[in-house]
């Protein structure tokens, strides 16, 4: 992860800071242009180890919101979400949420992706490769403890 600030660094991101071993970082960055610069970053990724990981970027702003909502109410032990590259289309949103995969739940939020697995990540119907599929857009799943964790990172950031 050491490699990983250091190239975000290098880029122009100021008060970098990354959380475990999973690419999970917070960064400030002067952008606005946000497709812009996850492409700049995952073309810095690609040519610094030689690895293609697709980035999402979020605001400290819309990360605390998430880490700020309960959509399956208290139980976050069993919360995920997906931060999806890109708003999927309404027709996509309306065929997911008609899938039968109970006792499962889940709730499309603009280009995020509130998922609530009872019975566990490793025994779900909805995977991460089958949202995407479903969606037609990339995304990376995080666990609601990563998700409160990189919220309390951008508030100390």
Same mark, same amino acid.
């Given at each position: 992860m050491a490699g990983l600030r250091g190239v975000l660094e290098e880029a122009g991101c100021s008060s970098v800071a990354t959380y475990i071993q999973s690419g999970n970082v917070v960064f400030r960055h002067t952008r606005k242009d946000r497709g812009a610069l996850a492409a700049e970053l995952e073309a810095l990724i690609q040519k610094t180890f030689g690895v293609q990981a697709a980035v999402v970027l979020r605001t400290f702003a819309e990360i605390r919101k998430l880490a700020a909502a309960e959509p399956f109410g208290g139980d976050t032990e069993h919360?995920? #979400?997906a931060f999806l590259a890109a708003k999927p289309e309404r027709k996509a949103v309306t065929a997911l949420e008609s899938l039968d995969i109970a006792p499962e739940g889940v709730e499309v939020v603009g280009s995020d992706v509130f998922l609530h697995y009872p019975?566990?990540?490793g025994r779900a119907k909805?995977?991460?490769a089958l949202l995407e599929r479903r969606l037609?857009?990339?995304g990376t #799943?995080?666990?609601?403890?990563t998700v409160t964790r990189l919220a309390e990172m951008?508030?100390?950031a």
């Open positions: 919360t995920y #979400v019975n566990g990540l909805l995977t991460g037609g857009v990339h #799943v995080r666990n609601w403890r951008a508030e100390s």
